[in-house]
Protein backbone atom coordinates (compact mmCIF):
# COMPACT_ATOMS: atom_id res chain seq x y z
CA UNK A 1 0.00 0.00 0.00
CA UNK A 2 1.37 3.17 -1.04
CA UNK A 3 1.32 6.58 1.13
CA UNK A 4 -1.35 8.14 -1.08
CA UNK A 5 -3.43 4.75 -1.18
CA UNK A 6 -3.02 5.64 2.99
CA UNK A 7 -3.86 9.12 2.78
CA UNK A 8 -6.86 8.97 0.42
CA UNK A 9 -8.73 6.83 3.02
CA UNK A 10 -8.08 8.54 6.11
CA UNK A 11 -8.85 11.72 4.26
CA UNK A 12 -12.34 9.99 2.94
CA UNK A 13 -12.96 8.81 6.57
CA UNK A 14 -12.50 12.62 8.20
CA UNK A 15 -15.57 14.13 7.23
CA UNK A 16 -18.82 12.87 9.68
CA UNK A 17 -21.06 11.68 7.02
CA UNK A 18 -18.46 9.78 5.42
CA UNK A 19 -17.05 7.89 8.78
CA UNK A 20 -20.46 6.65 9.96
CA UNK A 21 -21.78 5.72 6.56
CA UNK A 22 -18.37 3.59 6.50
CA UNK A 23 -18.95 2.03 9.84
CA UNK A 24 -22.37 1.31 9.38
CA UNK A 25 -21.64 -0.51 6.36
CA UNK A 26 -19.12 -2.30 8.41
CA UNK A 27 -22.07 -3.70 11.06
CA UNK A 28 -24.04 -4.37 8.02
CA UNK A 29 -21.30 -6.88 6.72
CA UNK A 30 -21.68 -9.13 4.41
CA UNK A 31 -24.99 -8.39 2.97
CA UNK A 32 -24.70 -4.81 2.20
CA UNK A 33 -26.48 -2.00 2.02
CA UNK A 34 -28.65 0.42 -0.81
CA UNK A 35 -27.35 3.65 -1.68
CA UNK A 36 -30.97 4.69 -0.67
CA UNK A 37 -31.61 2.84 2.51
CA UNK A 38 -28.17 4.38 3.59
CA UNK A 39 -29.37 7.74 3.23
CA UNK A 40 -31.92 7.54 4.92
CA UNK A 41 -30.22 5.67 8.09
CA UNK A 42 -28.43 8.41 8.44
CA UNK A 43 -30.74 11.62 7.24
CA UNK A 44 -28.96 12.54 4.36
CA UNK A 45 -30.77 13.21 1.14
CA UNK A 46 -30.00 10.60 -1.38
CA UNK A 47 -27.58 13.12 -3.79
CA UNK A 48 -25.33 13.90 -0.63
CA UNK A 49 -25.30 10.92 0.06
CA UNK A 50 -23.93 9.70 -3.47
CA UNK A 51 -21.46 12.34 -3.43
CA UNK A 52 -19.94 10.63 -0.13
CA UNK A 53 -20.15 6.87 -1.31
CA UNK A 54 -18.02 8.38 -4.35
CA UNK A 55 -15.32 9.66 -2.34
CA UNK A 56 -15.56 6.20 -0.31
CA UNK A 57 -15.44 4.21 -3.66
CA UNK A 58 -12.39 6.14 -4.54
CA UNK A 59 -10.80 6.00 -1.46
CA UNK A 60 -11.42 1.70 -1.78
CA UNK A 61 -13.02 1.95 1.29
CA UNK A 62 -16.70 0.72 -0.04
CA UNK A 63 -17.99 -1.09 -3.41
CA UNK A 64 -20.94 -0.69 -5.01
CA UNK A 65 -22.66 -3.49 -6.76
CA UNK A 66 -25.69 -3.14 -9.14
CA UNK A 67 -28.87 -5.33 -8.07
CA UNK A 68 -31.38 -5.09 -10.53
CA UNK A 69 -32.26 -1.41 -9.99
CA UNK A 70 -30.53 0.03 -6.86
CA UNK A 71 -26.71 -0.39 -5.85
CA UNK A 72 -25.57 -2.23 -2.92
CA UNK A 73 -22.91 -1.08 -1.26
CA UNK A 74 -20.37 -2.96 0.98
CA UNK A 75 -17.37 -1.92 3.35
CA UNK A 76 -13.88 -3.29 1.51
CA UNK A 77 -12.79 -5.04 4.97
CA UNK A 78 -10.13 -6.59 2.80
CA UNK A 79 -8.99 -2.78 1.97
CA UNK A 80 -9.54 -1.81 5.81
CA UNK A 81 -7.71 -4.64 6.92
CA UNK A 82 -5.01 -3.51 4.59
CA UNK A 83 -4.82 0.23 5.24
CA UNK A 84 -4.90 -0.75 9.04
CA UNK A 85 -2.29 -3.16 8.79
CA UNK A 86 0.40 -0.89 7.25
CA UNK A 87 -0.48 1.76 9.72
CA UNK A 88 0.84 -0.89 12.50
CA UNK A 89 3.79 -1.89 10.55
CA UNK A 90 4.72 1.46 8.93
CA UNK A 91 4.52 3.88 12.40
CA UNK A 92 5.27 0.55 14.52
CA UNK A 93 8.85 0.34 12.16
CA UNK A 94 8.49 -3.41 12.88
CA UNK A 95 9.53 -2.97 17.14
CA UNK A 96 7.23 -4.74 19.43
CA UNK A 97 7.31 -2.63 22.44
CA UNK A 98 5.45 -0.11 20.07
CA UNK A 99 3.05 -2.50 18.42
CA UNK A 100 2.40 -5.28 20.83
CA UNK A 101 0.22 -2.96 22.90
CA UNK A 102 -1.93 -1.78 20.13
CA UNK A 103 -2.39 -5.24 19.06
CA UNK A 104 -3.30 -6.29 22.88
CA UNK A 105 -5.38 -2.98 22.38
CA UNK A 106 -7.56 -4.58 19.27
CA UNK A 107 -7.99 -8.59 20.46
CA UNK A 108 -10.70 -7.98 22.99
CA UNK A 109 -12.62 -6.13 20.59
CA UNK A 110 -12.87 -8.96 18.30
CA UNK A 111 -13.01 -12.37 20.25
CA UNK A 112 -12.27 -15.68 18.63
CA UNK A 113 -15.48 -17.48 17.94
CA UNK A 114 -15.56 -20.96 19.35
CA UNK A 115 -16.14 -23.65 16.65
CA UNK A 116 -19.26 -25.93 15.97
CA UNK A 117 -17.27 -29.00 17.72
CA UNK A 118 -16.23 -27.59 20.99
Not at 27 to 39: D, F, L, S, T, Y
Request: with cysteine; hydrophobic share 45%.
Amino acid sequence: MEDTDIIAALAALAQPTRLETFRLLVRREPEGMAAGEIARSIGVPQNTMSAHLAVLARAGLVRGERRIRSIVYRADLDRFRAMTLFLLKDCCDGRPEVCGPLIADLAPCCPEKESADG
